[in-house]
């Protein structure tokens, strides 16, 4: 089947802290990512990834713990900052020493949530929408007949 | 970029979900279904399997015909096989990242254990 979360490692003959600033700070991100990068590394904090030719994609960081973790929301569907993550990926970077290098593992999940689910969730508030305008119709029905009712003499 | 990501979204979207992975496999393990026999096999309702049907279908993943006052669902080898490269896309290109990292992590740390060792070069370098 298809797989539900990526997974990938590779040994980095570098110190950990060394591997740590190559994911985390901009200067770096913009040569292995994007072609420029503007981070605020903090939890909630905003990274503006940006293509010269594409433009820019939002992450957030979900959670840090240097040198050893970091998870950010990669933001979908032209979402921009500001915007809550209602569609978004999960990418988790881990950082873990072996011998004299580093293993660096970064696994991507969550896409289950992407825009099918919005779709399902427009669908949703359709549902929601004709269901309130059954009960309207009904309450209209329902108000006219009365007021009608209590108008006749 | 986005804009192609976009275009898979919604096939990732279909196929990563739980429960519509459930449905998937039931379908595949019994070549096809309707709505309610899925729901006998799967800890839903028919009508929430028939939402996820709609998703699966919309996606490319399942096909459906009408026999008589029954939909029978089939999976759609294609719609799986795409779903499946465009994941092994997106691995392919943590690879790609995940080795530039390794090329600048690795020449960074070469670079500052020459200037360790040879501190008085590293000067020279930089007057």
């Known amino acids: 089947m298809v797989p539900e979360r990526i997974e990938r490692e590779i040994l980095i003959e570098a110190p950990r802290e060394v591997v740590w600033s190559v994911i985390t700070e901009p200067e770096h991100v913009g040569r292995w990512f994007s072609d420029s990068a503007a981070i605020d590394l903090r939890p909630g904090g905003e990274l503006t990834l940006t293509w010269d030719e594409h433009g820019p994609v939002y992450w957030r960081v979900e959670r840090i713990d240097p040198p050893r973790f970091v998870s950010f929301h990669w933001l979908r569907g032209g979402q921009g900052p500001g915007d809550p993550e209602l569609n978004s990926t999960l990418v988790e970077f881990s950082l873990a020493e072996e011998g004299q290098g580093t293993r660096l593992r970064v696994v991507e999940s969550g896409f289950g949530g992407l825009a099918g689910s919005e779709e399902e969730k427009a669908q949703d508030a359709e549902e929601h929408r004709r269901g309130w305008e059954l009960e309207l119709d009904e309450l209209r029905d329902y108000v006219s007949v009365h007021v009608r009712g209590s108008g006749q003499p | ?127």
């Open chain 2, 1 to 127: 970029m986005s804009r192609q990501a976009g275009d898979v979204d919604e096939l990732w979207a279909a196929v990563a979900d739980p429960t519509r992975r459930q449905v998937l496999d039931v379908l595949l393990a019994q070549g096809e279904a309707t709505a309610t026999t899925l729901a006998r096999e799967l800890p839903v309702t028919r009508q929430a399997v028939a939402k996820h049907l709609a998703v699966l279908d919309r996606a490319g993943l399942v096909e459906s015909g009408r026999r008589g006052r029954e939909v029978r669902y089939v999976v759609r080898p294609q719609g799986l096989d795409l779903a499946a490269r465009s994941m092994a896309r997106v691995a392919a290109q943590w690879d790609q990242r995940l080795t530039a990292i390794k090329q600048i992590a690795e020449s960074t740390a070469r670079a500052k254990s020459r200037d360790q060792t040879h501190p008085d070069q590293t000067k020279e370098v930089s007057r």
